[in-house]
């Protein structure tokens, strides 16, 4: 059985979907974060020293010894070697690269200026200022990401993989903070596509508190 040590309005919620998608079985063990200062709670360090969702725990692991992961990436992986490869790459060489580029570019480089851009704009006087000048870079991914999903489905190919699940986190935050509209199409049918999953769907009903997105109907 796997664990996921899942915190409200985190990164974590690919996890849920991912496993949604997969159709594996797991326990949900639910986090809030402190309402002052948005910080995980103190338990999660009673499962991990760095205290950081997600985090999953594989009662039945590798030899059948239990694995603790962190990392939404390494999830991933990690998850899809556990799916017989379900989700992961594509058959073809090109494929399979866009689909390792995408899985560590959606935290290697689209995350940093958007939590560089949340940072600044908490700054007293100079907040706004600060977060002007850091959207210039944002933009610069934003056309990047807009480009590559013109010319096909989805991050890696014709189907959706892994890939996709890492990059819906840092464009719902796009979405919701840094200025992905309706200019960019592409992108914006790409997230209303994984939105109206099923298995999206159900991972949002489960995870609680997610400001990024609402559940359909409400």
């Known amino acids: 059985m796997i664990i996921v040590h899942h915190l409200n309005n985190s990164r974590s919620q690919r996890i849920l979907w991912m496993l949604e998608e997969l159709a594996l079985p797991y326990d949900l063990r ?66 399979a690269l866009r689909y390792r580029q995408f899985l560590h570019y959606a935290e290697g480089s689209v995350m940093p200026p958007l939590f560089a851009k949340l940072v600044v704009s908490r700054v007293p006087m100079i907040g706004k ?60 049918a790409w997230l209303e596509k994984i939105h109206a999953r099923p298995a999206y769907q159900a991972a949002l009903a489960k995870g609680g508190e997610y400001a990024f997105v609402k559940p359909r109907g409400k």
């Open 30 to 95: 639910l986090y809030q974060r402190n309402s002052a200062t948005m910080l995980a709670p103190p338990e999660l360090k009673q499962v991990h020293p760095l205290g950081k969702s997600p985090m999953i725990q594989d009662m039945g692991g590798s030899g059948g010894a239990e694995v603790t992961l962190v990392e939404t990436g390494a999830i991933c992986e990690y998850l899809v070697d556990k799916s017989n490869g379900r989700l992961g790459a594509p058959n073809d060489r090109i494929g």
């Open 129 to 188: 200022f600060a977060a002007s000048k850091v959207q210039p870079m944002i933009d610069v991914h934003l056309d990047y990401i807009e480009q590559e999903l013109s010319g096909r489905a989805w991050f890696a190919g014709e189907a959706l993989t892994a890939a996709d699940i890492m990059m819906s986190f840092p464009l719902e935050a796009a979405s919701s903070r840094a200025g992905l509209d309706g200019s960019r199409p592409a992108t914006i």
